[in-house]
């Protein structure tokens, strides 16, 4: 059974030859979301994630709400082990697959068919399951006899094809998602949408960051707002949606 669980967990990141006026209002003009300190060593850090504590177990699906750079991408690639925390623990059960970039991980001078192998390697499937699912990948990409081209020989509606294919291979315990996936063409974006619901709908575990209230309605159950890099609401959609929107309206009247 899937689970997750964070104690306590925060994430800095210094900013070595942070201490010119000018990187420090770069820096905020990108919006990353933490709070600017300063170390002992008089470091400019951003603080990225705040003391989160929270656990999602089998059968939930959780909304990351809250707005730019309040720490939704951060805290999922917390969860998917791209980030380790600067305190605190992670604890998950299961396998997880990460949506953020569907082409991580592809090498631009290796045909289609080596691409599935190296795509898949990454997520933590074993060659031998590769094998076995290396047909019906390539049948849903619909890409033939490019298959054995090199992939830098692909336009980019191709190699999302091809990447969005191997990623969505397999049902994971996790699945980990940046915003809703559209995936190519008009013609082959129903086939993956109705791919990517199935995928939702039967893996143990979803959270979703996404700027989309009927999204984070329709497909979760359970929803977290951030802002700052701090867990500031947690409930139902309803619930936390709630409290965001009175938050945006109360700054609207500031």
Known sequence: MARIALENVSLDFPLFGAGSRSLKKAFMRLGTGGRLARDSADTVVVKALRELSFTVVHGERVGLVGPNGAGKS???????????????????????VALFDPSLGMDMEATGYENIMLRGLLMGLSRPELREK????????????????????????????????VSTSFVPDI????????AGDARFLDKAQERLHGMVEESGILILASHSEEIIRR??????????????????PEEVFAVYNDQGRAHEGF
């Open 219 to 236: 497909l979760c159950n359970r929803a977290f707002l951030l802002e700052g890099g701090r867990l500031i609401a947690a409930g139902t």
């Open 134 to 165: 290396t047909a019906d990948i390539a049948a849903f990409t619909e890409l033939g006899e490019y298959l054995a081209m090199p992939v830098r020989t692909y336009s980019s509606g191709m190699l999302l094809r091809l990447a969005f294919a």
């Open 175 to 182: 699945l980990l998602m940046d915003e809703w996936i559209g």
């Open 74 to 96: 951060t805290l999922l690639r917390v969860l998917a082990g791209i980030y380790e925390p600067t305190q605190g623990l992670v604890e998950s059960e299961g396998r997880p």
